[in-house]
């Protein structure tokens, strides 16, 4: 079941991680990049990607993170997860970046680097291209 926490509409490529995510001690809040070893996107950027995720994890500074990620335009296009947490539901309200959460199936359907276009006023939530 698909929950809009953000509005927006939104193209752009995945950039899909299996494993939850510490916006504070992950993401590089100058350029988008993760920057722990131990994570499955370690040095990818989340900079102008759809950015699908398990869940966020962690401090509640970790919205700051995501607020400062957007200031510094290295945010990405929206998120997409399976469940969101206080500080990633706070940080894409505060950066006004589109949320989403989905189901256990639609995370599985989603791929890394598919295309892929969501738009929360629309009755296709997510249109894959």
């Given amino acids: 079941m698909k929950k809009i926490l953000v509005s927006g509409k939104v193209q752009g490529i995945v950039l899909k991680s299996e494993k939850s995510i510490n916006f504070l001690g992950t993401v590089d809040k100058k350029t988008g990049i ?16 759809i950015f699908v ?11 700051y993170t995501i607020y400062s990620i957007k200031s510094n ?33 639609e995370f599985s359907s989603i791929k890394n680097g598919m295309n892929l276009s969501l738009d929360t006023d629309s009755s296709n939530l997510i249109h894959y291209q």
């Fill in 34 to 49: 993760i920057s722990d070893k131990n994570h499955d996107l370690f040095e990818k950027s989340i900079k102008d990607t």
């Fill in 53 to 63: 995720f398990p869940s966020g994890v962690g401090s509640s500074v970790g919205a």
């Fill in 73 to 105: 335009n290295t945010a990405p296009l929206a998120m997409i997860c399976k469940k969101a947490d206080l500080t990633v539901a706070t940080g894409c309200a505060l950066a006004n970046i589109p949320l989403i959460t989905i189901s256990d199936e």
